[in-house]
């Protein structure tokens, strides 16, 4: 187990990093939001507020923890010495954010010789701030939360997002297309991260994602698996761009067998 004194430094520095992040993405928004680049596709966008975040949590944690390494979805990348490396998304739902909707978020994780000990989820649109410590659990604003117990099977109300590379979506709008009639309902809110984290406070039954990068992954999963969660790919994988698969045990299962029998992580 990591010294609990580092995990403290390090929960501590991702709270102000998420917090100040998030407090200049919900302040600092200008009117007339536009696109300041375009990454796997035209509609697959970056504002000039994900590059301002981005620049804040690099400097914040290059003050306070010099040695540190740090992967970042804007660009980002520099090796580290000290084991710590951060993953971060300075702003997880861009396009919800451009629109003005609420689903969007600050995801920035620790990991410890590539594991993911601290994670933190800032939700500004909601006042909310997730967190969690590696074997201590998950709270929302401070108070503990956890996965809702597992439905029937057909009771699940599953969390999914989807690719903003044309082919890839389609398939897995066939995915959905037979999945969908054997559970309550689907949920598509557009910010992976936020979408872990409303798991893990037992918003939805289930959440599965193919194409999700590190940095949508790293915080929210600890996040949810502190909170009770099964975090998984293909079966006997870890989640990875393949596929990532989140659930209470009974609900993760099931999920996870349908997802491998659709071909759900590929074309």
């Given at each position: 187990m990591p010294n609990p004194e580092l995990l403290a430094e390090l929960l501590d520095v991702a709270v102000e990093a998420a917090t100040r992040a998030?407090?200049?993405?919900?302040?600092?928004?200008p009117a007339d939001l536009g696109v300041a680049a375009t990454k796997s596709s035209p509609v697959d966008v970056v504002t000039e507020m994900d590059l301002a975040s981005e620049k804040l949590i690099l400097e914040l944690i290059g003050e306070r923890r010099p040695e540190d390494g740090y992967l970042g979805e804007e660009g980002a990348d520099r090796p580290g010495t000290s084991g710590v490396r951060w993953v971060?998304?300075?702003?997880?739902?861009?396009?919800?954010?451009?629109?003005?909707?609420?689903?969007?978020?600050?995801?920035?994780?620790?990991?410890?010789?590539?594991?993911?000990?601290?994670?933190?989820?800032?939700?500004?649109?909601?006042?909310?701030?997730?967190?969690a410590v590696l074997g201590g659990g998950a709270r929302l604003d401070g108070t503990p939360i956890s996965c809702?117990?597992?439905?029937?099977?057909?009771?699940?109300?599953?969390?999914?997002?989807?690719?903003?590379?044309?082919?890839?979506?389609?398939?897995?709008?066939?995915?959905?297309?037979?999945?969908?009639p054997e559970v309550r309902d689907i949920r598509r809110a557009g910010a992976a991260a936020v979408d872990f984290c409303d798991l893990a406070a037992g918003r939805l039954d289930a959440f599965y994602e193919r194409g999700l990068q590190p940095w949508?992954?790293?915080?929210?999963?600890?996040?949810?698996?502190?909170?009770?969660?099964?975090?998984?790919?293909?079966?006997?994988?870890?989640?990875?761009?393949?596929?990532?698969?989140?659930?209470?045990?009974g609900v993760f299962e099931p999920l996870q067998s349908r997802l491998e029998a659709l071909g759900a992580w590929h074309d």
């Open positions: 998030g407090a200049l993405l919900r302040d600092g928004r971060v998304d300075p702003l997880d739902g861009t396009v919800n954010y451009l629109y003005g909707l609420p689903s969007w978020g600050v995801s920035v994780a620790a990991e410890l010789d590539g594991q993911a000990v601290v994670g933190v989820v800032a939700v500004p649109a909601r006042g909310e701030l997730f967190q809702r117990p597992a439905p029937p099977w057909g009771q699940a109300l599953v969390g999914t997002g989807f690719n903003y590379v044309r082919d890839v979506r389609a398939h897995q709008a066939q995915v959905l297309l037979e999945l969908m949508d992954m790293a915080a929210g999963v600890l996040i949810a698996r502190e909170a009770g969660a099964l975090a998984g790919g293909r079966p006997g994988k870890g989640p990875d761009g393949g596929l990532a698969v989140a659930a209470p045990p």
